[in-house]
Nanobody, 122 residues
Framework: QVQLVESGGGLVQAGDSLRLSCAVSGRALSTFTMGWFRQAPGKEREFASF???????YYADSVKGRFTISRDNAKNTVYLQMNSLKPEDTAVYYC????????????????WGQGTQVTVSS
């Protein structure tokens, strides 16, 4: 079956950078559009970014210009480079795989990782 495993989270200070990774197994990464979502305490899960099969990238306004999503199909891995981190970026970050469309909506994603915690101190 398809499995997604995130890594790379941690505790950083405002202005620092982190790179999250999401390793996909069980199916070729190239068959998915891949998304990153995040969920802060007491809040709903929200869209951060996705990358489609052809490499097109899309971002939420809150992360545009600071986050970069990329994929390496040979390694079956998706990345989220996060720069200029802010305290409001603190959340559990999830990667997800989608084969159905409606890529901005969490409910449209078929497979999810377990999440990785990102904490940004001020």
């Amino acid at each position: 079956q398809v499995q997604l495993v995130e890594s790379g989270g941690g505790l950083v200070q405002a202005g620092d950078s982190l790179r999250l990774s999401c390793a996909v197994s069980g199916r070729a990464l190239s068959t998915f559009t891949m998304g990153w979502f995040r969920q802060a305490p007491g809040k709903e899960r929200e869209f951060a970014s996705f990358i489609n099969w052809s490499g097109g990238t899309y971002y939420a306004d809150s992360v545009k210009g600071r986050f970069t999503i990329s994929r390496d199909n040979a390694k079956n891995t998706v990345y989220l480079q996060m720069n200029s981190l802010k305290p409001e970026d603190t959340a559990v970050y999830y990667c997800a795989a989608n084969i159905r469309g409606n890529y901005y909506s969490a409910t449209a994603y078929d497979y999810w990782g377990q999440g990785t915690q990102v904490t940004v101190s001020s």
